[in-house]
């Protein structure tokens, strides 16, 4: 991959998680809820933090050719 093109789609993993880890986002999760009997905010967190790692590792680790 290009470095110019990993640049911009690290940028825009920031962007995005600049986005899902701010108020008005955050506050969607922040419910009296369980999910599988844990709570809903930090379940919520755990899987956006989760899914943002797994999208910065395919983005640095992906193939060059």
Known sequence: MREG?????LL???CAAL???NFPLLALWDRD???LGLPL?????????A?????LALT???RDG
């Not at 899914?51 to 999208?55: F, K, T």
């Open 5 to 9: 093109l990993r640049s911009q789609r």
């Open 12 to 14: 825009a993993l920031f």
């Open 19 to 21: 986005a899902l880890f």
């Open 33 to 35: 809820l369980a999910v």
């Open 41 to 49: 905010f930090p379940t919520a967190l755990f899987a956006i933090w």
């Open 51 to 55: 899914l943002l790692i797994g999208a």
């Open 60 to 62: 640095l680790e992906g």
